[in-house]
């Protein structure tokens, strides 16, 4: 059980490092992740999550039912069943904290990655409302240089109209 439960903490502590570093594995670690907590895979977890919950609590209770008993009877080997106890209540107990902590960490990246499209689609929008601004700028130009076009062939038809009232 001891080899065990240090392959485990091996492993989640790997998968915390991937998690805090960018590198090529992060992607798929987290694609892995996204598709853990889809479907049924949540009970499953929560399932396992509570049966090593419920063996932690087994050890503890017989850790202290040991350590209750008068110190004249209790014998080496029982020592020893208790630091073997004590070392896999403890194992197990920072299995659960690391798994904790790797939720957490997936979690926040993929919030951060929510908040970054949400941030780069306000910039986007930003940037066409900019890019509208400076329409609207060229637009107006036009719309005055067009008025005083307007206002020049008017005066220009004004003056032909008495030259030919004239005439």
Known sequence: ?????????????????????????????????????????????????????TIMIYEIYNISDTRSRPMDTVGPTDQIILAYQMLEASLIGVSIFLLLIIDRIHYYIRELRTLRNTLEAGKKQDGSKNNGAAEVKALNEEIHKLKTKITKLESESGKKGNEIKST
């Not at 998968?15 to 907590?37: A, C, H, Y």
Request: glycine share 6%; no cysteine.
């Open 1 to 53: 059980m001891i080899s065990v439960l240090y392959t485990l903490l091996f492993i989640e502590m790997t998968t915390i490092l991937l998690l805090l570093f960018k590198t090529p594995l992060r992607e798929l670690l987290i694609v892995g992740l996204d598709q853990l907590k889809r479907g049924r895979a949540p009970l499953i977890v929560k399932s396992v999550g509570a049966t090593v919950f």
